[in-house]
Nanobody
Framework: VQLQASGGGLVQAGGSLRLSCAASGRAFSSYCMGWFRQAPGKEREFVAAIRWSGSSTYFGNSVTGRFTISRDNAKNTVYLQMNSLKPGDTALYYC???????????????????WGLGTLVTVSS
């Protein structure tokens, strides 16, 4: 599976962005998809994840209520809608794909075997 994230950019605090992650490969619909982010000097942080069917979604504490995740298996694409953005959301955002995620592992980067290169989100105050 190859992943290509896009949609990053510069936005003012309070604004919105939608990130997309396009996947290649026939088995996309069987993968759990996640978004992670990493700010300079910080560890990679779990942002959101969605199971293969789209029936269950998960969010990191810092984005709950502001971000949503969705997927379109027909288009091999997963989306991250980010609203009410804050300067603290500034980071490089990565999408990732993995299989057989459990409730405890779905938030761990180790769960995901495939990663995209990331797209930069900068939120100005």
């Amino acid at each position: 599976v190859q992943l290509q994230a896009s949609g990053g950019g510069l936005v003012q605090a309070g604004g919105s962005l939608r990130l997309s992650c396009a996947a290649s490969g026939r088995a996309f619909s069987s993968y759990c998809m996640g978004w992670f982010r990493q700010a300079p000097g910080k560890e990679r942080e779990f942002v959101a994840a969605i199971r293969w069917s789209g029936s269950s979604t998960y969010f990191g504490n810092s984005v709950t209520g502001r971000f949503t995740i969705s997927r379109d298996n027909a288009k091999n694409t997963v989306y991250l809608q980010m609203n009410s953005l804050k300067p603290g959301d500034t980071a490089l955002y990565y999408c990732a794909a993995g299989k057989d995620a459990t409730l405890s592992s779905i938030r761990s980067p180790n769960q995901y075997a495939y990663w995209g290169l990331g797209t930069l989100v900068t939120v100005s105050s």
